[in-house]
């Protein structure tokens, strides 16, 4: 056999091995896809990456958890920002009130809910006490939510019954302490902002007092009128009718700034105590781990919502301040506060477990 005819038979040879491997590669190749499809037809159906989730946010309405009963001044206040925030977000945004242990149990339910930005906590100043309060709770304020915005500062007024002799807060400081131990002041409960508030004023006057709790404010406030308890800090709006109608008289507001519904009443600060600056301050939080974008959504809609001059008129007839911040800004007044009513809780010795 001439010698180009054994090298075209050798290299015919080759080109059929190569041919072969290349078959048999395609055949594994396909095989691979056929298994693989199922895959990802799976994968195709799973959600949307969570960066992405805030681009369709919301597609049904969102649930806002308020800790206290219906008709109280934090639901009142709740559902007006509520109303507003759902013309913005195209969703209605629902009041889903759950009452119990201080804010705790709406807490608890809003740090385990899903992080999809569709359940969110209308927490109040209560939940910066309970760490301190509370030797064992279910969930970490610091690290279960994610800051949304502070929503409004409902500033507290304090208030002596209609038959106390004094008629300013610099009487009612010399009345105190020229009968030591004697009075008895109410508040909405024990370790409530309403008792720490009585507790920071009379500490920082060298004064003593005798605290009665009470399960909510109304039946504090109904004792302070009948005379069975002599003074009490409680949130103006709750405060507002038994002032009006001289059962109580209100001596000074416990924020920085004067009130707009007691144009007439000072400040503790600037007549008592310089720098004195206590509320019941209110805010938004979700679940840790919620999509930054979910967050910056709902703070976007609270902030218009604080803006709304129908809004802010309805707050300042309930005697709320709007506010509004940032999610940062917001942490950050939050660990404040949870660092300075620890201080507070422990000097006034109180726990509630």
């Given at each position: 056999?001439?010698?180009?005819?054994?090298?075209?038979?050798?290299?015919?040879?080759?080109?059929?091995?190569?041919?072969?491997?290349?078959?048999?590669?395609?055949?594994?190749?396909?095989?691979?896809?056929?298994?693989?499809a199922p895959a990802l037809l799976a994968l195709a159906a799973l959600p949307a990456p969570v960066l992405a989730a805030g681009a369709d946010f919301p597609g049904h309405p969102v649930r806002l958890v308020v800790p206290f009963p219906p008709g109280g001044p934090t639901d009142l206040v709740s559902r007006i920002i509520a109303r507003k925030m759902s013309e913005e977000l195209g969703q209605q945004v629902l009041v889903d009130n759950?009452?119990?242990?201080?804010?705790?149990?709406?807490?608890?339910?809003?740090?385990k809910a899903p992080a999809d930005g569709y359940t969110v906590l209308y927490n109040t100043s209560s939940i910066a006490?309970?760490?301190?309060?509370?030797?064992?709770l279910s969930y970490d304020v610091r690290r279960d939510f994610a800051p949304v915005?502070?929503?409004?500062?409902?500033?507290?007024?304090?208030?002596?019954?209609?038959?106390?002799?004094?008629?300013?807060?610099?009487?009612?400081?010399?009345?105190l302490k020229a009968n030591p131990g004697?009075?008895?002041?109410?508040?909405?409960?024990?370790?409530?902002?309403?008792?720490?508030?009585?507790?920071?004023?009379?500490?920082?006057?060298?004064?003593?007092?005798?605290?009665?709790?009470?399960?909510?404010s109304a039946p504090a406030?109904?004792?302070?009128?009948?005379?069975?308890?002599?003074?009490?800090?409680?949130?103006?709006?709750?405060?507002?009718?038994?002032?009006?109608?001289?059962?109580?008289?209100?001596?000074?507001?416990t924020s920085s700034t004067r009130s707009s519904q007691l144009p007439d009443v000072p400040t503790v600060a600037e007549t008592a105590i310089p720098g004195f600056d206590v509320g019941a301050w209110q805010g938004m939080l979700v679940p840790a781990r919620t999509s930054p974008d979910i967050v910056h959504r709902l703070n976007a809609a609270t902030q218009k919502a604080l803006a709304s001059p129908d809004v802010r008129a309805s707050l300042a007839a309930q005697g709320a301040e709007p506010r509004?911040?940032?999610?940062?800004?917001?942490?950050?007044?939050?660990?404040?506060?949870?660092?300075?009513?620890?201080?507070?809780?422990?000097?006034?010795?109180?726990?509630?477990?």
């Open positions: 056999m001439p010698e180009q005819d054994k090298k075209d038979g050798r290299q015919g040879k080759a080109d059929k091995g190569t041919h072969a491997r290349a078959g048999a590669a395609v055949r594994r190749a396909r095989r691979g896809l056929v298994l693989l759950r009452p119990g242990a201080n804010g705790n149990i709406a807490a608890e339910l809003v740090a006490l309970s760490p301190a309060l509370y030797k064992k915005a502070m929503t409004a500062m409902v500033p507290l007024v304090l208030e002596v019954n209609a038959q106390v002799p004094a008629s300013s807060l610099a009487e009612f400081i010399r009345y004697k009075l008895t002041y109410g508040s909405a409960g024990n370790g409530n902002v309403t008792h720490l508030a009585a507790f920071l004023f009379l500490q920082a006057n060298g004064l003593s007092a005798v605290h009665v709790p009470y399960k909510g406030l109904t004792d302070l009128a009948g005379g069975q308890v002599q003074f009490m800090a409680d949130t103006i709006n709750s405060s507002l009718p038994f002032i009006r109608d001289k059962r109580m008289k209100a001596l000074a507001v509004g911040s940032s999610p940062e800004a917001y942490g950050r007044y939050l660990a404040q506060e949870i660092e300075r009513w620890h201080k507070v809780v422990k000097d006034s010795g109180v726990t509630l477990d």
